[in-house]
């Protein structure tokens, strides 16, 4: 096989460039290439005289995770039995107040278990810590509740207090800190902005805690359908987390948690999003993320169900199990196209966090709304290509079925306008499908 190719000329990129030129016959090579959202060019071929490597450290395997909102502490326990005993290997908690602790966990191994509160009650977080004997992992973000609610959930001061008494509390290698920043993706955010936006937000934590807790963070991203440039943000946020963390102190190791956002999921043919779902776990897991956790095809107007709970868990289980995709975790390697754009995405995302940092930080930034208009200003740009048809969600602005039965919708699923006053304009999360599923909703004579 090694001499298998010697009679072959290698053939530089500029000849490559010249053949296709000629081909065009005449026509311009710049009509070859299109530019994404991220102003990143997408050219027609990529070479290795141009290709960047990037030294970029990954999981040895990725972790299936199932999740769960707790409204029933018992019932959510015995949720999470059964998927644990289907072939999900963490499950993950997310709630907004205290429940019984060990109704929840009877039964239950403790280090399969996430939580995610969505208060911060310092009492309780430590009596959980207990009970689940430190083995289970509880991740909370006072950032991005303010983000996502507009307030702390008392105040900057009081909630930082709290925050350093578990900082003391938790051992000196327990990741409490996680960077929501599904929170900014599912409201409209390009990926150079996410990764920009994350990445300060972890150096705020820094900032306030102490340069000791880089590696007490976690981030938690949401991929969308951009399938390679997915891959490279994620190999792009490890790379800048480790970059920026090792300012600070040495030997950071970045840990990402993946579930798919929100942003491009439907009402209408909801089976589409079993596909949309799928290649977004295999960017996930490709793109090296610790955790990937999946979303049930009708989790935008459906309650918990173990159905779609039981396919949006067996498409990991299929991924890892008879894809091979664990095996598969440095498959990208070597790949000019995606390598080239995690360069490219890193170099951007970067300029945008140094412009945040030197104006202050995230906070300033958020305080002073800069944040939250950039992302409006994405958010826009990209619902303006979905209305026009340009960007497509099948099923939904192409290709509708006007034969599928009327949805049985269980919950309000669009954008709930808020009331109330906040310290800061709220970066709220809004699918690109809403509108045009309200008129068709309406056609149907269904009203909310």
């Known amino acids: 096989m090694s001499g298998l190719f010697k009679e072959f000329k290698k053939v530089s990129s500029k000849e490559w460039k010249q053949k296709i030129q000629v081909d065009l016959k005449g026509l311009d090579y710049q009509t070859l290439i299109t530019k994404t959202p991220e102003h990143i060019d997408i050219k ?38 059964k998927a644990l005993e289907n072939g999900t290997e963490f499950f993950t908690f997310y709630c907004d107040k205290p429940f019984d602790i060990q109704k929840l ?8 278990l996430i ?40 105040n900057e001061q009081k909630d930082f207090e709290k925050f350093k008494a578990l900082q003391e509390y ?50 938690s991203v949401a991929n969308g359908s951009y399938y390679f440039f997915e891959i490279a ?55 090296g993320s610790d955790y990937v956790a999946n979303m049930p095809f009708d989790a935008v107007y459906k309650k918990s169900n173990e159905f779609s709970e039981r396919i ?5 289980i299929i991924l890892q199990k ?29 300029e945008i966090f140094k412009q945040i940092e030197n104006s202050g930080g995230l906070l300033s930034q958020l305080y002073k709304g800069k944040i939250q208009q950039k992302i409006t200003e994405s958010a826009t740009k990209e619902q303006t290509l979905f209305d026009e048809g340009k960007l497509v969600l099948v099923g939904t602005n192409k290709y ?32 690109l499908a809403e509108k045009t599923e309200m008129e068709r909703l309406k056609q149907l004579g269904i009203k909310f």
């Open 44 to 81: 027609p071929f990529y070479h290795y005289d141009d290709f960047q490597a990037m030294a970029q450290p990954a999981p040895q395997n990725f972790k299936i995770c199932q999740e769960l909102f707790i409204h029933n502490p018992e019932t959510a326990g015995k949720i999470a039995r």
């Open 105 to 112: 966990i009877s039964g239950l191994n403790p280090a399969q």
């Open 115 to 154: 939580f995610k509160p969505g208060f911060l009650n310092t009492d309780f977080i430590k009596k959980l810590f207990e009970q689940t004997e430190g083995k289970s992992q509880i991740l909370i973000d006072p950032i991005g509740h303010l983000v996502r609610y507009g307030n702390w959930y008392k």
């Open 170 to 219: 938790f051992p000196g290698n327990y990741r409490f800190i996680d960077i929501r920043s599904h929170h900014y993706k599912d409201a409209g955010a390009i990926i150079t902005q996410e990764l920009a936006y994350a990445l300060a937000q972890a150096v705020e934590y820094v900032e306030k805690l102490g340069d000791k807790i880089t590696n007490n963070i976690r981030f």
């Open 233 to 287: 943000k994620l190999k792009a946020l490890r790379y800048l987390w480790q970059l920026i963390g090792n300012e600070y102190t040495a030997n950071v190791i970045p840990e990402i948690y993946t579930r798919p956002t929100m942003r491009n999921k439907t009402i209408f043919d909801p089976y589409v999003n079993m596909l949309r779902t799928g290649m977004e776990m295999m960017s996930a897991i490709l793109g």
């Open 312 to 316: 949006a868990r067996n498409q990991l």
């Open 322 to 350: 008879e894809a091979g995709f664990d095996k598969a975790l440095y498959s990208t390697k070597g790949d000019y196209f995606i390598e080239e754009n995690t360069y490219k995405l890193a170099g951007k995302a970067l």
């Open 400 to 431: 509708p079925d006007p034969g599928s039965p009327k949805p049985e919708i269980d919950f309000y699923p669009f954008m709930k306008k808020r009331t109330g006053r906040t310290l800061i304009k709220p970066v709220v999360p809004k699918r």
